[in-house]
């Protein structure tokens, strides 16, 4: 599973991921016949431990039959579940089944013979009477006739996956005109048992077959092959799906849809695209590069891609990013667009770590939930292993620092083991410690084992765990295996514990004595933190000649001092010369070292890093490396040097406008042109006029559009409007959020209509930003003009499932509340305008405390409320 990649919901991820452990109260126990001092907890504060789900039947294989009606959302089902007991004999067989309602349970002979059997059921749980005892040398088939009410029956979520309805209808009436009606599945955790009965356990492997009857307009996609397809003769077709591979519940899937399907295939292996029907165009770009993915990673894992399609396929209101489900993953369809949306918005790393996750989560499984960086931790290296490939190492680890950023952002307020047992729900294992910091530990695991032997490790973990469950030990002990070393200290101290080292380093050289001393100071704490963490890396050393001296390093104690003897003054040092410390470093340094640093640099953050020391400089020697900056390869550079050139663009006027114009008219990387926009309108503000900025608002980027509209806007603010007016139908976030700015600045009473439509039609994620400009819109307008939008502003602070979302809509609502308030303008009219607004806000407050859950938003309303 992979989460939409906005870094606004990586932000929002680190917030609410955040899991508060209780103290526990230790009862000592003095008793005199024990020698030693028994620790008890009391029944109450035992501590939670989420083990592997108890295997005691094993499912063989599943066989559904499924239809739909769509006016009451309800999937009818028959299931046939073959099962053996695990090890012990067994009467009776206990299945996940939630929100049913159950019509039939039977026993099947060998000729297909029904035989009813007993059974309970309390909404969640089928408990089944066997009437008889069988032992792990028998097979025994039932029948489950049933039907699934997904809305029927509450369900929760996170902010990982936004629900746990597992079954879902989309617009299921058509009263939507612009939403397809579609159906799909959505099983992890423990969601499948939503939509079939199931042992709904990730430690559970099951081949499976599924006839899906639809009406004759729709397409379906799920699990396998598609065997063939059958007309009824009423209006429907049913299709067959059959996957004779084992694998997870959770991976189990359907889609349901007018979907366009565009072909393609990598080796004999079909490779299809379902996209809407007017971006089918567009499919391959949607999807980029899937089958050289396909044939990079099996090369890279030695291990051939094991299942018998890849397809994949864009749905609407996702309730994620992007899901793994067994050669057919679901994405949301924040990756579907046009070619220019797709210039700003590709889902490449998407694909490449639903596709990695199909070794590592579909063919080898996490157990339990405990577990599942097995899964997630992998999916995201192979996001890095797909870039290192394909885009060299600068882009790969450009990634890697962004996943350890987005780590280190969220740990400051909470840090976990990867491996932890103590959850109170599995969702809350979805978070950046499974995903971005797991990448970086297993990208430390391969530094330090070398490269031949991290991917032997993992082909031998693929060879000897696929279609099976796993744990972390497994992992190691291959590990060790492969390279004869005992690795418990690596697992133990990443895997196994919490948080990440936090090193200071400091540097002296004595002349007299011809020494350089590094101090290196590890200064993290908290619980379940180790003092000190062991790590193998290097320090590079820079004497005033130019000399450059590799040093390899071994961390090992809470504060260390390295010396080295130099005959010339050491100037600069760089600890970790690859970056691959998952922490934080810690080393000031001057401008003289910034710039031997940035020369000698072999990582773009050191370079990068180096850049921003050096940004305020007026040296000659600090101006030339910002200009050579402006020309290096890695657009990640160009783009710190285009934030450092205050001082270039006054000394070497001329020049340095030349290479910043050309990187903004001419530059492949959008970003890059969107970043010297605003470069040359902060140092360059006569080069920029109306033409040169229509020329840039034709450009072929979404991002570059938008900058140059809010430039136009400060340069000519009535002609921007009427440019603004002419791109308003643009489905791009970018356009849509400076529009709203430059609309809101405007006040012009006109504009409401593109704000109103724009609230009903925005992603939930997106309404964030677009509250802010909206609210500010409002403010401006007359309290009599805006009784409705306030009101649909309030039904946002109802309805949405996001508490983010709901707290930018209550804010809206206090911030035209205090300003319609404060209102003083003459005239009993409008002050009798202004209080009965006020009052609405005032009734919609409390109608939303009242419905409210989060304590902090409780509290801001009240001190509103006061």
């Known amino acids: 599973m992979r989460f939409s990649p906005s870094i606004f919901q990586f932000l929002i991820i680190a917030l609410i991921f955040i899991a508060c452990n209780s103290s526990k109260e230790i009862i000592q126990i003095d008793r005199e016949e024990f020698i030693d001092t028994v620790s008890v907890y009391p029944e109450a504060d035992v501590p939670t431990y989420q083990a592997s789900n108890e295997i005691i039947n094993d499912l063989l294989h599943t066989k559904l039959e499924v239809s739909f009606d769509w006016d009451s959302s309800f999937l009818f089902g028959k299931a046939e579940l073959t099962l053996t007991p695990y090890f012990y004999p067994t009467d009776s067989l206990t299945l996940d089944a939630k929100g049913f309602q159950i019509k039939e349970v039977s026993l099947l002979n060998e000729i297909g013979e029904k035989f009813p059997l007993n059974y309970t059921y309390d909404t969640t749980k089928l408990y089944i009477d066997l009437n008889k005892s069988y032992s792990k040398q028998d097979t025994f088939q039932l029948f489950i006739d049933y039907i699934a009410m997904p809305d029927r029956f509450e369900s929760g979520g996170s902010a990982a996956i936004t629900s746990e309805k597992g079954l879902y209808f989309i617009n299921p009436l058509g009263k939507e005109k612009d939403k397809p009606r579609q159906i799909w599945t959505q099983g992890e955790t423990e969601s499948s048992s939503r939509w079939f009965p199931t042992i709904d356990s990730p430690n559970e492997k099951t081949s499976q077959e599924i006839y899906i009857t639809v009406d004759t307009i729709f397409k379906t996609l799920s699990n396998g092959k598609l065997l063939f397809q059958t007309i009824n003769g009423d209006g429907t077709r049913t299709d067959y799906w059959k996957q004779e591979l084992k694998h997870a519940p959770y991976l189990f899937m359907m889609a349901v849809g007018d979907f366009a399907i565009v072909e393609d295939k990598w080796r004999d292996i079909p490779v299809n695209y379902y996209v809407e029907p007017e971006y089918e165009r567009f499919a391959k770009e949607i999807f980029p590069n899937t089958p050289e993915m396909l044939e990079f990673f099996s090369n890279k894992l030695g291990y051939d891609y094991p299942w018998d399609k890849y397809h994949q396929v864009v749905v609407r209101d996702y309730v994620s990013g992007a899901m793994e489900n067994t050669g057919a993953v679901i994405f949301g369809d924040f990756v579907q667009g046009n070619h220019r949306y797709l210039i700003d918005n590709s889902g490449e790393d998407v694909v490449a770590h639903e596709l990695f996750h199909h070794w590592f989560g579909d063919l080898v499984t996490t157990e339990s ?5 097995l899964n997630e931790s992998f999916a995201t290296y192979g996001e890095y292993l797909w870039a290192e490939y394909k885009y060299g190492i600068d882009e790969a680890n450009y990634g890697g620092q962004r996943d350890l950023n987005v780590y280190l952002q969220s740990s400051r307020m909470d840090k976990k083991t990867l491996i932890r047992f103590d959850y109170e729900n599995e969702m809350e294992m979805f978070d950046t410690h499974s995903y971005q910091k797991g990448g970086r530990v297993l990208h430390m695991l391969r530094k330090e084992v070398g490269e031949e032997a991290f991917f032997a490790a993992l082909k031998k973990y693929l060879h000897d765990y696929e279609f099976q469950a796993v744990e972390i030990h497994h992992l190691r002990l291959v590990f060790e295996e492969i390279t004869g070393r005992d690795l418990n200290w690596f697992f133990n101290q990443w895997f196994l514990s919490a948080g990440n080292p936090e090193i200071e380093v400091a540097k002296e050289y004595n002349d007299s004595l011809k020494t350089l001393t590094v101090w290196i100071n590890q200064l993290q704490e908290g619980e379940n933190i180790p003092y000190v963490f ?3 890396t290097d320090l590079k050393i820079i004497d005033k000649n130019g000399e450059v001296y590799h040093k390899k390093i071994y961390l090992n104690k809470r504060n260390q001092v390295f010396t080295y003897e130099m005959e010339e003054e050491a100037i600069a040092i760089i600890l970790d010369t690859d970056k691959d410390i998952l922490g934080t470093v810690d080393y000031n340094y001057e401008e003289a070292e910034a710039r031997q640093i940035y020369l000698n640099a072999e990582h773009y953050l050191d370079k990068e890093n180096a850049l921003s020391k050096l940004k305020d400089s007026e040296e000659e020697a600090s101006l030339k490396i910002i200009a050579a900056a402006l020309e290096d390869e890695f657009w990640v550079i160009k783009k710190a040097a285009l934030k450092s050139v205050k001082h270039l663009t006054e000394i070497e006027k001329e020049i340095t406008f030349k290479r910043i114009k050309e990187i903004a008219d001419e530059d492949e990387k959008s970003i890059l042109r969107r970043d010297a926009l605003i470069a040359l309108e902060k140092y360059y503000p006569d080069s920029l006029n109306s033409e040169s900025l229509r020329k840039h608002l034709k450009d072929s980027s979404y991002i570059v559009v938008a900058q140059a509209l809010e430039i136009f806007y400060n340069l000519n603010p009535e002609e921007a409007l009427k440019e603004a007016q002419a ?12 529009i709203a700015f430059i609309y809101a600045e405007s006040g012009q009473k006109k504009y409401a209509s593109f704000f109103d439509e724009k609230l009903n039609t925005l992603d939930e994620f997106d309404k964030y930003a677009f509250l802010i400009s909206y609210t500010e819109f409002l403010s401006k307008q007359n309290s009599e003009d805006i009784h409705n939008p306030v009101k649909n502003i309030a039904q946002i602070a109802k309805e949405s499932d996001r508490w983010f979302i709901r ?24 002050k009798s305008s202004n209080s009965d607004l006020v009052e609405m806000i005032n009734s919609y407050l409390i109608e939303i405390k009242e419905k409210e859950s989060n304590s902090n938003l409780i509290k801001l309303i009240d001190k509103e409320l006061e």
């Open 369 to 373: 939930w405990a577990n599942l960086p």
């Open 534 to 536: 062991l790590i193998n």
């Open 727 to 738: 791109i308003e139908k643009l489905d791009d976030i970018a356009i849509i959020q400076t």
């Open 807 to 830: 707290m930018a809509a209550v804010n809206s609502l206090i911030e035209l509340k205090e300003k319609f308030d404060s209102y003083t303008e003459s005239g009993e009219m409008i």
